[in-house]
């Protein structure tokens, strides 16, 4: 089992910072691939980002050149560092965790992420 806590939500006003973190505990592998996802009220659930523990990393479009996302493997932390926030960012964000080659998957509870003046 792998249990997985986001922070780091907010409020905050057009063009601001946020930085979203994700900690994960319990069974740990590597390689493993870790993502951010966000929701919107009324739409479904899109992709974010997505890093590999190789490092690699994958950018949706919408937030390419704003959001940078990272990992800190000795403290099995992922971060999500949000700049330049648009009202469209508005979402729940959740972080999911799974290992290369495994079936199973492990999701956040979600932080809120407002962004609105």
């Known amino acids: 089992q792998v249990q997985l806590v986001e922070s780091g939500g907010g409020l905050v006003q057009p063009g601001g910072s946020l930085r979203l973190s994700c900690a994960a505990s319990g069974s740990i592998f590597r390689p493993d691939v870790m993502n951010w996802y966000r929701q919107a009220p009324g739409k479904q659930r899109e992709l974010v980002a997505t890093?590999?523990?190789?490092?690699?990393?994958y950018y949706a479009d919408s937030v390419k050149g704003r959001f940078t996302i990272s990992k800190e493997n000795a403290k099995n932390t992922m971060y999500l560092q949000m700049n330049s926030l648009k009202p469209e960012d508005t979402a729940v964000y959740y972080c999911?965790?799974?290992?290369?080659?495994?079936?199973?998957?492990?999701w956040g509870q979600g932080t809120q992420v407002t962004v609105s003046s």
């Open positions: 999911r965790y799974k290992a290369l080659g495994a079936t199973a998957e492990y």
């Open positions: 890093i590999y523990s190789s490092g690699n990393t």
